[in-house]
């Protein structure tokens, strides 16, 4: 039986839209590559199809009772770290207590949760058993722009994502130490995420505050993809996600930023 999958990204506030485009090009690509047929928009649910969401249900907590009672079957893409414990990502954003519960109380009524990180398994499948890591790898479709020779990249650094305190005093002390760096402090369209992407010597994966300890797959998948070196910051050079790109402690930064761009 032919299975059509609806992404549905009306979930989501209009600011994650651009957060979580690398991922839905990536399950989208994937899908069709194994012969799949997807949809996406915002709020058209399909009762024929399985509908897929993103991260949770921000704007309309309650859908995933009014799915299960209309008979509409559903998945979710778990893009955060959730521990054993149900602590939403370190608890580095003090979420409120509710976060978990509505998540749990979705991903148990879902068809199935694919976890973009592995650390979120145990606890989704504690939840629901249809769960899985989702792993990254290679598509062409991720392949979305060309990169500019390196005489004509005018970028030496490039932070995407989210703004945070932590990340603009790390930017500006490497714009200090002379590095040209970008760090637009908010989500932008994929299209200019991507043409400041060809014009950089080196993409950054910076994290929020000093409690994450979070990999940011996509970025790392699109980065490799797309033949941009990324510098990972972590903890541990043993992650393994290591091998795909450089990697940096928070107090090694400038250092390392340095040797690498003058590597």
């Known amino acids: 039986v032919a299975v059509t999958i609806n992404i549905v990204l009306g979930n989501l506030k209009p600011q994650l839209w651009a957060t979580n485009a690398d991922s839905v090009s990536f399950v989208k690509g994937a899908l069709e590559a194994n012969g799949v047929s997807v949809k996406i928009g915002l709020d058209n649910l399909d009762p024929d199809a399985i509908n897929l969401f993103f991260d949770r249900f921000y704007v309309e907590p309650n859908l995933p009772v009014k799915l299960k ?3 509409i079957k559903y998945g979710i893409v778990c893009t955060e770290a959730i521990s054993p414990q149900g602590i939403w990502n370190y608890g580095a954003e003090g979420d ?3 976060t978990f519960a509505a998540f749990e109380l979705a991903a148990k009524n ?10 979120s398994v145990e606890v989704c499948r504690e939840i629901n ?5 989702l792993k990254y790898g290679y598509l062409s479709t991720m392949e979305s722009f060309t990169r500019l020779p390196a005489v004509d990249r005018d970028i ?6 989210m703004p945070s305190k932590r990340r603009e005093k790390v930017v500006a002390a490497l714009c200090d130490a002379g590095h040209r760096t970008v760090y637009p402090g908010q989500p932008v369209p994929v299209y200019v995420r991507d043409a400041l992407m060809a014009r ?3 993409n950054l994966s910076l994290q929020k505050t000093n409690k ?3 990999v940011s797959v996509t970025r790392i998948c699109h980065s490799v993809v797309n033949r941009v070196p990324l510098l990972l910051e972590i903890s541990t050079s043993e992650n393994e996600f ?5 990697t940096t402690t928070g107090e090694d930064i400038l250092h390392d930023v340095r040797a690498f761009i003058d590597d």
């Open 96 to 98: 409120e207590p509710y």
């Open 110 to 119: 879902a068809e199935f949760v694919w976890c973009q990180l592995a650390e």
């Open 156 to 161: 030496d650094l490039l932070m995407s994502g």
């Open 200 to 202: 950089t010597s080196l």
């Open 69 to 71: 009672a209309a008979g």
């Open 242 to 246: 290591a091998r795909f790109c450089l």
């Open 129 to 133: 058993p249809n769960s899985a890591h």
């Open 212 to 214: 994450h300890q979070i």
